[in-house]
């Protein structure tokens, strides 16, 4: 089994010396895609790559600076299959496998992949994903961030690739995989950094509106502005879990000196410069939560 990770980046340096060390405890390669980036991402992985190897680490840099989620995930994998991968692994910058669990990872990564040889479904590895909010020691435990589950792994097959104009589609299409889901709520899984700074969270999300809004002018408003609100005004009370410190224990360390919570945000200078562009009428009818 060679198992190559797939990680996009877009100006992550407040996470990516953390996020990249840590894949690369389960993984054997990742290929990192640097999506015009203008901070230190670039410099974050180089190093990584040197510290690790140039055969673990593999460099995409592209500077267009539109998102092309699809496109950008099969460059990736095809970048991966050039590398010989038998299975991908799909992790965004700013996820973190839970620290409990990367002993076990190549076995239950093994365990999904080997299905397939028995002449029943293909199936990828789906683990819980914990949405981190204020913080890093507590996430969401209700309501739409709550109870989540993740894809993280599947078995290479020619038949699987991404394709289309779509935003946040994770796994591959071309064939059905049917999840694999050896782990429970509660037991470890994915760290989602995605709230941990409540200001990154508020930009992210605007960022997101204004994005849709000029990439499908012909999208509803009110639904591209309700889809984005979920994560910063709740329909329902929000209740909260601890992060077992098991969790985060193996990385404490790395967290410490690679975990930048307060770092610049780009999302706000874009969505400014966006916004200044085109002109305030055109994202009418969308909160973007006084970013602009």
């Avoid at 970048?79 to 239950?108: K, S, V």
């Avoid at 562009?277 to 055109?282: A, L, W």
Wanted: charged residues 25%; aromatic residues 10%; hydrophobic residues 40%.
């Amino acid at each position: 089994m060679k198992l190559i990770a797939c990680m996009s980046v877009r100006n992550e340096d407040w996470v990516l010396g953390l996020s990249l060390r840590v894949a690369l405890m389960w993984c054997d390669e990742v290929v990192v895609f640097l999506h015009a980036c203008t901070d230190a991402s670039e410099d974050i992985a180089q190093a990584v790559r040197e510290e690790v190897g140039e055969d673990r680490v593999h460099l995409s840099v592209y500077a267009e600076p539109q998102w092309d989620e699809m496109q950008h995930r099969q460059w990736m994998l095809d970048y991966a299959r050039h590398h010989r991968a038998t299975h991908i692994a799909i992790i965004d910058a700013d996820e973190i496998l839970t620290g409990n669990l990367i002993q076990q990872m190549p076995y239950l990564v093994r365990a999904s992949g080997e299905i397939p040889q028995h002449s029943q479904p293909a199936t990828i590895l789906q683990l819980p994903l914990y949405n981190l909010r204020g913080g890093i020691d507590r996430y969401h435990s209700n309501a739409v961030w709550g109870n989540r589950i993740v894809s993280v792994a599947f078995a290479d097959d020619p038949r699987l690739r991404w394709a289309g104009d779509t935003f946040h589609q994770r796994e591959p299409q071309g064939m059905t995989l049917t999840p694999y889901r050896p782990i429970q709520q509660g037991q470890g899984g994915v760290m989602h950094m995605w709230g941990a700074s409540e200001r990154r969270l508020i930009a992210k999300h605007a960022h997101y509106k204004i994005t849709e809004r000029l990439r499908w002018p012909e999208k509803d408003v009110r639904k591209i502005d309700d889809l984005y609100s979920l994560a910063i005004k709740p329909r329902e009370p929000w209740t909260f879990a601890q992060v077992p410190i098991e969790w985060w224990a193996p990385y404490m360390e790395l967290a410490n000196k690679h975990l930048h919570l307060d770092a610049e945000l780009w999302q706000e200078a874009e969505c400014r410069r966006l916004v200044a562009e085109h002109g305030r009428e055109k994202f009418a009818g969308l909160d973007l939560f006084g970013v602009v």
